[in-house]
């Protein structure tokens, strides 16, 4: 486990050779000495060799965003260890008739209203910045609290990067609007 002031410090630092932020991780942390599976940046890397601090080689395989890639770590029996990426197949027919039975046997709930908001709940600012991965804000304290109730716990916290859409001021349900966006599955 990293700790929080390493992480910081890393991602505060200059991109190390190319090699983007799990890069740099594995170059200052010893740990990652044998292979690093990138499944949060944005980067699609299919196998990359870097160098650890060590100066040994290290394969990185970074995985892309909204499910581009599916990530691969290979060990032999001789212990060789490569990464790389598995593409998702094409949607099939059963696939998709499966979720569209499953859409039409919720639509009720889906469309009901869970919560009412006086103000729209935001991720940014209005100058663009994104509040909820630094600071307390109204959408994050409103997702901690769904979550809380739901668990039927007394504390719940969110991982600000998880909360990704605006819900809009007014009613707020699983599905609004003629496009059908899952506005509590997005947020």
Known sequence: MISSAVSAALFADQDLQGRGK??????????????????????????RIIMNQDEKEVPLSSTGTKLAYIGQLTITPSGTITTGLIAYPEKDEETTAYIQDFQTDFAEDMNRVVRQSQIPLSISSETGIRMVRSRETAIGDFCADAYRVVSDAEIAFVNGGGIRADLPKGNITCCNGPAKRRQLFTA
């Open 22 to 47: 799990a890069g740099k991780i594995c170059h200052y942390v010893l740990l990652f000495d044998r292979a690093v599976l990138d499944a949060h940046s944005h980067s699609i890397i299919p196998c």
